[in-house]
């Protein structure tokens, strides 16, 4: 996990928002391989194991799915997020952590964080890692992008990307054409996947 990314990590336990406390144990550069996420509030520890933070067990996935859904490209993604510089973080759900290597590419200078990866995608240096299966284990309003695989196109993790999103900014949702989520706005759809933009603040509802 990423250092700066501690910042942003939030308790997924039902109280208030904080700021998380992280003790590394062992650091590559600015990534954090190994060491204790505390939350001040309920005294809650979560451990970072091989570079992931993990508060939690993976969440269930869509059985339809499958291990490897297909994915667009990642120019395609990278152009319906529509981000206008570098700089933030832009949150991968699910099988979407996959594409993090290629849509760095085309979003130069800018942090990814994979919630809920499938197997095989790895924490680097573009690419800090969380595991939850209750929530997006990160404060609200602090993302500059989300996408959303196919695994994970529910609408509770839609939810928590409209959580997450800075207002203005947008969710590219795969693996689904409709969503109905408080605080997006539609901005496009097409064959296998919608586009949304944050409109209005979303509470956590925890």
Partial sequence: MFIEVAEMLRCPEPHEESFCVVAP????????????????????EFPIRDGVAEFGSAPQRAPESGGS???????????????????????????????????????????????????GVSAS??????VCDRMVPLRSSMARGVVIGPDLATEFWVGEAARILLRGLRVVVLGRESCQVAGLGELAKGTGMWVGEKTASVASGR
């Fill in 25 to 44: 144990e062992e650091m590559a550069g600015r990534m954090i391989l190994r060491g204790v996420i505390g939350c001040p509030v309920c005294r809650t």
């Fill in 69 to 119: 859904p297909d994915l667009p490209e990642a120019e395609a993604v990278a152009a319906l997020l529509g981000l206008g510089g570098p700089g933030g973080y832009v949150v991968l759900v699910g099988a979407a952590a996959s594409l993090a290597e290629n849509l760095a590419e085309w979003l130069p200078g800018v942090h990814f964080i994979g919630i809920n990866p499938t197997a």
């Fill in 125 to 130: 240096p573009i690419l800090s890692l969380l």
